[in-house]
């Protein structure tokens, strides 16, 4: 007999969700990937959710207009924590995704994020929280998804800065842990374990960033969080970090990213030569 995961949810339980903007043959491949039961329910994630969740913190172009990437979520029994495999994701690493989902209150499933050829992933927390959502049967606060939304962002974005997605991930996680046992009061205070956090991983902020950090971390602290439950996730990820850092899906995402890094680099320096071959 299957073991119960909440009141309304058990171990096993599998909901996709599905980009409403992909095409049939998409669509088809994407469950013939996933490896689902022909029965197993499906819902569609919207272009117009992933702008709700998103639109505050990047810009519409960067979302698109179109919902593509789609997820999976399978129950897993309590404790087991969270995990997290991706395909066809050239920015959120596996690390990032479970990051985020702890913070909007999931715990105990394996998640599977993908897409028919290659995106940023940015909106694939979307259909994460609503899979999970269907499968337990429990509406996550908005509050909380809002705040999980904006983490991907300034993750990402760290993780760009920086040129290793991974020591982004594990920075913002540790900063969630100080935040959850220091519990700041003032601005001040928030700060003061933004750059303490920062020196520890080698990370240099510019002062745009360490005041989104500040808000993000406010945010974070002011959602209704078991905070014990918490500590317990943290212990759980900061395991599975460690083994996602060797995973070679992972290394596949840094690899895009330094690729994508050259290539600029490499389009910026040929702009200059152009011109000055022109002057």
Sequence with gaps: MPSIASADAVVGETVVTLGKDLTGTQRDSILQEMQVPSDVKIIE???EEEHQYLGKYISKATIGTRAISSAKIVLADSGKGISVNTKNITTITPSMYANAAITA????????VTAPFKVSGTAG???IIKAFETATGQKIDENKKQVANEEIVRTSEIAEQIGDPNKAA???????????KEQPKTQEEYKDIIINVSNEYNINLNEQTINQLVQFSQNFSELNIDWDQLSAQFESLRGDINKIL??????????????????????????????????
């Design 125 to 127: 927390l979307t259909g």
């Design 246 to 279: 060797n995973d070679e899906q992972t290394q596949g995402i840094i690899d895009s990213i330094l690729e994508w890094f050259g290539d600029l680099f490499s389009a910026i320096g040929d702009f200059f030569t152009s011109s000055s071959s022109r002057q």
């Design 105 to 112: 209150g999931i715990k105990d499933a394996d998640i599977y």
């Design 45 to 47: 994630v919207t272009n």
């Design 170 to 180: 594990q920075f913002m996680n540790r900063v969630k842990e100080e935040v959850a």
